[in-house]
């Protein structure tokens, strides 16, 4: 016997059957997610004065966990993202002219690097702990105790936390994007790569209005995305055994479709604001 | 002589007991009902047996509106259930207890933030301040025995059967009109047991509290002297009262 004996098939499924269970499987997902979004999206217009002032102290608080306790790991990583990109252009041309250094930054750590490294941050330390919590509040049946208490699910715990990761991916990309550019600007100069001046020029020169448009959007987006991936899949557990394989899937989609939204609004991006990019 | 907690206030909303008619549940690999039906008038009681793994704990969860029904209706004080939606059923008056076989405590609140919680949540629906919501759920964790270093614990550190007294506190608080125990007596030391089984018979007397046990304890079932329901295959067999519980399992 198999140290892991499998339940005996009475009969293995056909090609026919394997794509039948497949397209449903996909269907459920796809309809679940939707239901997960819709649902968190309407809960705080549902009536109850109470309940919204609950759920609102604990959006506060996932703000604090996501957002706040975060900052030390935005700061190492910024710092040195922001060291290692202006080395690598010293070093690939030692003659750049320093506002092009500092137009390089903005269009690399500014645009690109800081909303989808915090992203990824958040996803790597708030995404896997909120999948697993909830993963184990499912299979601790907390979920159906609430439900049982007239407490909505998807009000007392997906919308603060849908919250808590948006305004802490939009903060985090802030702080992630000063500490780098700082760290850029120093670290350009004292390897003698540029002037303090021809840097602040070139960013001066690069930033356009459109960059806030693409801020909100990104840093929203990506947000949303990592934390309504990280609830859905952790209210997908049906058993302990679980919640390792659910908190594991929410980590991957997020991080691919994190990757894939940040790529697609970038090229939304060059198509407003046109060729050549500044 | 403990103090038996009572449905306070009579919700206006709330018109009838509970009902499940032709339900049919199933899990991927098992049916747990089949075209089955109940009624339980307001406040009155019912006691569900049946063998280990035949699903008295899912007819619990379908009977309070927790779980989505493949056919049939659910209604609870004559309104639907709504899965998706469980505070609308709050806002029309119902207002359920349920003590869960394990507890289902929130595992990041303490106990007293776990009784507070749903008092809390619905502090408007029920008419309380805050400094109410604190009273009410120390009284209430204090009625099932619990000293006030408990109190502060997070149920990780609590042993099952406070847990539980925890989850009977959490139900109780709310003064419910709809009651629903899980096995509440197992697992739990003979003081306690009996303290669980004297809270139980007050609501039975309670005519504003509807009640669904689900137990295969004989010593529950005298107690409560009512009629009730074998779960067996699916369906739901009457049983008179007062009786011992029926072995399921030969039967099947």
């Not at chain 2, 569900?48 to 209706?73: C, D």
């Amino acid at each position: 016997m198999s140290l892991f004996p499998r339940r005996p098939e009475s009969e293995p499924p056909g090609v026919v059957q394997n794509v039948g269970k497949r397209t449903m499987g996909a269907y459920r997902e796809t309809w679940g997610l939707a239901q997960t979004l819709v649902g968190a999206l309407a809960a705080p217009f549902e009536p109850g004065v109470s309940a919204r002032a609950v759920s609102s102290r604990l959006a506060i608080r996932q703000v604090f966990f996501t957002g706040f306790e975060a900052l030390p790991l935005v700061s190492v990583i910024a710092i040195f993202v922001g060291a290692t990109i202006v080395i690598q252009m010293q070093m690939l041309a030692a003659q750049l002219p320093g506002e092009l250094i500092g137009r390089i930054i903005v269009a690399v750590v500014l645009r690109e690097l800081a909303p989808l490294t915090t992203a990824i941050i958040v996803t790597s330390r708030s995404g896997t702990a909120i999948a697993t919590e909830l993963g184990n509040m499912k299979s601790n049946s907390e979920i159906l105790a609430l439900s049982s208490l007239g407490i909505d699910p998807l009000r007392f715990i997906v919308w603060p936390r849908l919250v808590g990761v948006i305004v802490s991916v939009l903060v985090l990309t802030v702080y992630f994007g000063i500490l780098a550019i700082m760290s850029a600007y120093l670290v350009g100069v004292w390897i003698g790569a540029s002037s303090f001046a021809a840097l602040q020029a070139g960013f001066a020169e690069a930033l356009v209005p459109e960059d806030l448009v693409l801020y909100l959007v990104k840093c929203a987006g990506l947000g949303l995305l990592v934390g309504w991936l990280s609830c859905h899949y952790g209210l997908q557990v049906r058993g302990p055994t679980e919640v390792p394989e659910k908190a594991s899937r929410a980590v991957i989609m997020s991080l691919v479709v994190s990757v894939v939204f940040n790529a697609a609004v970038t090229l939304g991006f060059y198509m407003m604001v046109g060729s050549p990019v500044r | 002589m403990t103090e038996i907690p009572r449905s306070s206030r009579r919700a206006h909303g709330v018109r009838g007991g509970i009902s499940l008619r032709g339900v049919t549940f199933r899990y991927p690999r098992s049916d747990v009902l089949v075209n089955a039906s109940l009624e339980i008038e307001k406040g009155g009681t019912t006691v569900v047996t049946g063998a280990n793994g035949s699903g008295k704990s899912t007819l619990l969860y379908i009977g309070a509106g927790l779980l989505a029904v493949e056919r049939g209706a659910v209604t609870i004080g004559g309104h639907p259930t709504d899965p998706v939606h469980p505070s609308e059923l709050t806002r029309r008056g119902v207002r359920r207890g349920f003590v869960f076989q394990e507890g289902g405590l929130v595992a990041n609140m303490n106990a007293l933030a776990n009784v507070a919680l749903p008092l809390r949540y619905h502090m408007d629906l029920i008419g309380i301040t805050l400094a109410t919501v604190e009273k009410r759920a120390k009284s209430a964790l204090e009625r099932v025995g619990l000293t006030n270093n408990e109190m502060y614990e997070l149920p990780a550190y609590l042993s099952f059967g406070v847990r539980k007294r925890v989850a009977l506190a959490r139900a109780i608080a709310i003064e419910p009109n709809f009651f629903y125990f899980d096995d509440p007596d197992v697992g739990l030391d003979p003081k306690t047991a009996a303290l669980v089984h004297e809270i139980l018979c007050g609501y039975r007397d309670d005519p504003e509290v509807t009640m669904l046990v689900a137990t295969n304890r004989e010593i529950l079932v005298d107690r409560l002297g009512v009629p009730g329901y074998v779960l067996l295959g699916g369906r739901l067999l009457e049983r008179k009262v007062p009786g011992p519980v029926e072995s399921t399992r030969n039967r099947a």
